[in-house]
């Protein structure tokens, strides 16, 4: 099951949704491969541009994953907020048991594997601990945000904004580090994509706008990353860095983000087997690829992101390499939830479905 998806039950396979996933976790992807390869830091003009860009669509996908959430007012539910540590755990331990066993990775201790166990506490996937504070809230969160009326909804919104998007951008914060400033800014993604779908507008069929707003946005925060190179001075004397408006919470990445996800709201697409079958993997495959002892593997010696970055082959590389490490998680995960997921959830369904009914 995607993280992002509700509960079967209460979920409508939307095609246009289900392909959002996708490109959301490719864009992901690309920006963990120019950034965990150092590709970003290339010297060569073209690539160099090509990097910043994909580097700049990695929060666009993290934001989107959560406003789908909210898109759908996603309910609290035992067998899904099993199902995401139960994913977690098998893949963070399992990689890591997996590297130990073969000698691939020879520096393992003990520590190590108490670190992969305790995917709470200590995982390195910040994006599901984030996740995880959400789902906890749920039973609180969604009948107070389903109960909003328009023009309460404006205001959570609007004071959301000026607190947490506003403020930081243009005092030039960095609050993107901070546990409080990230699990609040889950909770304003999931009350705007709430909004989106409770109160529709008239500018939700305005594609070709909501598309070209993203890509000036895209293109604003790769151009900013590409200025900020040549002057570190003035983004150390505010206290940031160079790549501050890629961050998820600044103002550039939220019109971006929103962008991108109006755009695909908008759009009417069939919900095929396989768009189906893709879509189920995104979580599988973020949390496979961007396991913290995988990454260098496999966009530096796997993928040699750093050698094509250097050469003309850049471009289509960084197109081939993302969509075949996701189609090869997606096989994957397809046989951790045959195999493994499917019969154990099955087993405990009895007892997420009394968690369920004393919740409600």
Not at 99 to 120: C, E, P, R
Not at 136 to 156: F, T
């Amino acid at each position: 099951m995607s993280i992002a998806e509700p509960a079967p039950s209460a979920r409508r396979r939307e095609g246009n949704f289900e392909l959002l996933r996708i490109v959301c976790m490719l864009l992901i992807m690309a920006h963990h491969m120019v950034y965990h390869s150092a590709a970003i830091q290339t010297a060569h003009p073209v690539n160099r541009v090509i990097a910043r860009v994909l580097f700049a669509g990695g929060m666009t996908g993290v934001n989107c994953f959560v406003m789908i959430t909210g898109y759908f007012l996603a309910p609290f539910r035992a067998k899904r907020l099993l199902s995401i540590l139960l994913e977690t755990l098998l893949y963070s331990v399992g990689i890591t048991l997996i590297l130990y066993l073969t000698g691939l990775n020879k520096d393992i201790t003990w520590d190590t594997l108490k670190n992969a166990a305790l995917v709470v506490s200590r995982s390195p996937y910040w994006f599901v601990v984030m996740y995880l504070g959400l789902t906890a809230v749920l039973p609180l969160l969604q009948p107070g945000v389903k109960a909003l009326s328009r023009n309460a909804h404006r205001w959570v919104l609007a004071a959301g904004t000026v607190y947490l998007c506003l403020i930081p951008t243009f005092t030039f914060q960095d609050p993107s580090s901070q546990f409080f400033h990230q699990i609040t800014w889950f909770f304003y993604l999931y009350v705007l994509g709430a909004y989106f779908k409770k109160f529709p507008s008239r500018g939700d069929a305005w594609l070709p706008v909501h598309g070209g707003l993203f890509l000036l946005m895209i293109a604003f925060i790769a151009a900013s990353t590409l200025w900020g190179d040549g002057h570190t001075e003035l983004f150390q004397r505010v206290g940031s860095r160079q790549n501050f408006f890629a961050d998820k919470n600044t103002l550039p990445q939220l019109i971006c983000s929103v962008a991108l996800f109006r755009f695909f709201a908008g759009l009417r697409v069939r919900a095929t087997k396989t768009l189906l079958f893709l879509s189920s993997a995104s979580f599988g495959a973020y949390l496979i690829h961007d396991h913290n002892l995988l990454r260098a593997f496999l966009w530096r010696d796997w993928g040699r992101v750093w050698q094509y970055a250097q050469g003309e082959s850049f471009l289509l590389a960084a197109v081939l390499l993302p969509t075949g490490l996701y189609l090869a998680c997606a096989g994957i995960d397809w046989l951790r939830r045959r195999y493994l997921e499917g019969p154990l959830l099955r087993k405990l369904a009895p007892m997420t479905d009394r968690i369920d009914r004393w919740m409600e």
